[in-house]
């Protein structure tokens, strides 16, 4: 499995950026895709999913009612359409997805066996 991140960039805050990622090799499976994020000198930490066990989405508190997360199951791809940035939302991106997700750890990177890259999304004030 290969995942390729993209549309990260520069923006000022109260902007709006959409990331993409596109998941090839799964070869028919459905895998739980989601985002992480890390800034300069912190730990990863969970943005949100799309969970395949129950087709939905779920959000770190940080960014809820502001990020939205969706998914193309034809193209294998899933969104992270982000409004309203904060400066404290510039990190390094990683797009991420598991087999299996454990309904309670969606939260834990130890989960998503595979990762992006990762881009970058830089908001200034």
């Known amino acids: 499995v290969q995942l390729q991140a993209s549309g990260g960039g520069l923006v000022q805050a109260g902007d709006s950026l959409r990331l993409s990622c596109a998941a090839s090799g799964l070869t028919g499976r459905s895998a739980s895709m989601g985002w992480f994020r890390q800034a300069l000198g912190k730990e990863r930490e969970f943005v949100a999913v799309w969970r395949r066990g129950n087709n939905s989405p779920y959000y770190a508190d940080s960014v809820k009612g502001r990020f939205t997360i969706s998914r193309n199951n034809a193209a294998n791809t899933v969104y992270l359409q982000m409004s309203s940035l904060k400066p404290e939302d510039t990190a390094k991106y990683y797009c991420?997805?598991?087999?299996?997700?454990?309904?309670?750890?969606?939260?834990?990177?130890?989960?998503?066996?595979?990762w992006g890259q990762g881009t970058q999304v830089t908001v200034s004030s």
């Open positions: 991420a997805a598991a087999f299996g997700l454990i309904a309670s750890a969606v939260t834990n990177q130890g989960q998503y066996a595979y």
